[in-house]
């Protein structure tokens, strides 16, 4: 069994940047993705990372905002979240599993082993 655990959530105003990390408590997967759940709407992909290789994913509604990062030594895994709008309110769950990382798959959250607990970002507006 992993353990994810989350940090870095919190209230932030449009504009601001956070940055989120998950920490594995062990390392027996090769990706490690972040997706996020706003109230009554369905889990969403946010980004995603190889862990054994170089490859990084991210949503469209994401994409040159975000950027996903880890550091392999300590199986942790980063979200930086630049230019916060009020539709990136959400709570932002950490996953991991092992999994053929590529674009169509790493977007699957069913395909994820691991969740962590969850973090708040709540961007007013």
């Known amino acids: 069994q992993v353990q994810l655990v989350e940090s870095g959530g919190g209230l932030v105003q449009a504009g601001d940047s956070l940055r989120l990390s998950c920490a594995a408590s062990?390392?027996?997967?090769?990706?490690m993705g972040w997706f996020r759940q706003a109230p009554g709407k369905d889990r969403e992909f946010v980004a995603a990372?190889?862990?054994?290789?170089?490859?990084?994913y991210y949503g469209d509604s994401v994409k040159g905002r975000f950027a996903i990062s880890k550091d392999y030594t300590n199986n942790t895994v980063y979200l930086q979240m630049n230019g916060l709008k009020p539709e990136d309110t959400a709570v932002y769950f950490c996953?991991?599993?092992?999994?053929?990382?590529?674009?169509?798959?790493?977007?699957?959250?069913?395909?994820?082993?691991?969740w962590g607990q969850g973090t708040q970002v709540t961007v007013p507006s």
């Open positions: 062990r390392r027996s997967f090769n990706a």
């Open positions: 996953a991991a599993g092992s999994l053929y990382v590529s674009d169509r798959i790493v977007r699957q959250k069913g395909r994820y082993d691991y």
């Open positions: 990372i190889g862990f054994n290789v170089d490859q990084t």
